[in-house]
C-alpha cells in the first residue's frame, strides 16, 4: 500500500452525471481500495437510479439538500448528514431547492468505480443513452 498522504481538491474531473466531480483520492492512490471524489449538483442536477454489484458508497452531504432514492425508501440528506449506499440495492440522487449542492462521495471499493467515470467522461455520453448503459455493464453498473 501507498503512504499516506494528504491530498487537496487538485484533481478535476468533469462529468456528466450529476453534476461536477473532482478527485480528492484517486484510487490508484489508495491501491484501488477507496475512489472519493467531491461532487458539485447544481439545482436540477441528478445521478439515475442504478446499482453497482461491485462498490459499497458512502454520500457526506456537505452544503444544499439531496434527496436519495435507496431500494424502496426515499431519504433526504442535508448538511452534515452521511448516508451508506450499500452494492446491489438500487439507489439515485438529485438535488432538492434552487441551491447547489455539495457532497463527498466514498466508493469502496474504486478501481472499477473510477474506471467506468473515466471512460464515461471520455465518451462525453448521456447517462441515459444506450452506449451509456453498455459502458456500466461493463463494470457492473445497470441504470435502472
Not at 481538491?9 to 475512489?35: A, C
Amino acid at each position: 500500500m501507498k503512504s499516506p498522504k494528504h491530498t487537496s481538491l487538485h484533481h478535476k474531473n468533469p462529468t456528466i452525471i450529476g453534476g461536477k466531480r473532482q478527485i480528492i483520492l484517486s484510487s490508484q492512490e489508495t491501491d484501488g481500495d477507496i475512489y472519493l471524489v467531491e461532487g458539485v449538483m447544481p439545482a436540477g442536477s441528478m445521478v439515475p437510479v442504478h446499482l453497482h454489484q461491485h462498490e459499497d458508497e458512502i454520500f457526506h452531504v456537505l452544503e444544499g439538500e439531496v434527496e436519495l432514492l435507496l431500494g424502496e425508501q426515499t431519504l433526504t440528506g442535508k448538511a452534515g448528514d452521511i448516508i451508506y449506499l450499500p452494492r446491489g440495492i438500487k439507489h439515485g440522487i438529485k438535488t432538492r431547492g434552487k441551491e447547489t449542492a455539495r457532497v463527498l462521495n466514498y466508493v469502496i471499493p474504486g478501481k472499477n468505480f473510477e474506471a467506468f467515470f473515466s471512460e464515461m467522461n471520455r465518451l462525453e455520453v448521456d447517462a441515459q443513452s444506450d452506449e451509456a448503459k453498455e459502458v456500466a455493464r461493463k463494470y457492473g453498473i445497470t441504470f435502472l
